[in-house]
């Protein structure tokens, strides 16, 4: 079937300061402990959902796969040329998660999937939809994502 085709092509690559880089496919990463988030989704837009529901892996348990080296800080998550970058400290932390199931049902292409990254204290442009690549680094680079979903609504600064 097309469909499959195209589900079992999906690869995440995880890459930089790791001991092992890794591509792992949406079985790997649905093979992972199943993680439930619940909470309103908020965007920078002025709308609001409520009661959003994620289920998904955690990234900690993602990362631990590829063994973070002891120098890595940051975690740039990316799907094409949109990117955020967050602190290891805080994507480590038990509620973060790459989602591939939105509202008890698998996460539409629409909604960012196959997997997106979630977690409740989220700024909206840090939710990545369509996530492809996880790199790690111990400098600090600014992702694009905010200014690209700022840009849309007119500000520079939120
Ligand atoms: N790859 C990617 N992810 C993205 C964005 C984007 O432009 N590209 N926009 C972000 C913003 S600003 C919001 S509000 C949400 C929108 O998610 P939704 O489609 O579920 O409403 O996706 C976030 N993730
Ligand atoms: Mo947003």
Redesign the pocket.
Known sequence: MIHSQLVDEFILRIYGLVERNLNLTLDDIKALPKVGLTFD?R???GWE?KDTQWQGARVRDILLLAKPLSNAKYVIFK??D?TITLSLDKIMQDDVILAYEYMGKPLTK???GPI?LVFPSQ?????????REIELTDIYKEGT?KR??LS?IGKNNA
């Open positions: 989704f965007c920078v837009e959902i799907s094409g949109y629409e909604k960012g997106r700024y909206c442009y840090e939710s990545v939809k369509w996530l994502g690209i979903a849309r």
